[in-house]
């Protein structure tokens, strides 16, 4: 059994590094503001099942390899910040349509759900992160490493997908504070189309390995 003070410590390092806005954040918070508390939420949890793979790659050893490759850590950045360019783009187009727009419930929270598994699992940082910082918290002699890497990286999720589901009822409650005025609404909906946009931009260009 892995140590409780090694799972204290990671605790402890996880929340510190998930109250740092980063990508994640930007993207709940840009799609909570196009399309309202339940849109951020149902990204919030999209994402997070999106990122599931990665856990699963690194505690299996896959994950050292995307890491450790140029060419695929490149694809996948590419393909992510694409994805993201193209979701701002449609929050602008219906910036005017007051954000709804999943006229059937089923339907729109499938797709709300697919559209974030889909940046959850095209994030190369998410391995590149799990790959830097789980094995720093796993005991060798406390058991299987795979399935320590696996627990850690399920933890972080769950950490993760409280934290930023926080994030989703805050930005979703601000936008519910600008619904009185349809004006207010459109740019309040526009932002979160530039947020999306500009984070796409962002991550297409940073280096291949930050």
């Keep these: 059994m892995m ?9 402890v390092a996880s929340i510190v590094l ?7 954040v930007l993207f709940v918070i840009g799609r909570s503001i196009a ?17 599931v793979p990665a856990v699963l790659a690194v505690a299996f050893g896959v994950g050292a390899i995307v890491a450790s490759s140029v060419v695929a850590f490149t694809v996948l950045k590419i393909a992510g910040a694409l994805y993201l360019i193209y979701l701002g783009v449609q929050a602008i187009r219906h910036r005017s349509d007051g954000g709804d727009q999943t006229s059937s419930p089923s339907g729109g929270t499938a797709r709300l759900l697919r559209q974030g598994f889909i940046v959850g699992l095209t994030n190369p940082k998410t391995i590149a992160f799990f790959v830097a910082v789980l094995p720093q918290f796993v005991d060798p002699a406390a058991g299987a490493v795979w399935a320590q890497l696996l627990v850690l990286g399920l933890l972080f999720q769950t950490l993760a997908l409280i934290c930023d589901g ?10 519910a504070w600008f619904a009185t005025s ?16 500009g984070l796409g931009g962002t991550l297409a260009l940073t280096g291949s390995k930050t």
């Design 3 to 11: 140590p409780w003070e090694n799972v204290a410590a990671f605790v």
């Design 18 to 24: 998930i109250l740092i806005p980063g990508p994640s």
């Design 35 to 51: 399309l309202g508390r339940r849109a951020g939420v149902l990204s919030v949890v999209g994402n997070a099942l999106g990122t």
């Design 166 to 175: 926080a994030w989703a009822l805050a930005a979703g409650t601000a936008r």
């Design 182 to 197: 349809p004006r207010r609404m459109a740019t309040l909906s526009g932002t979160g189309g530039v947020m999306m946009i």
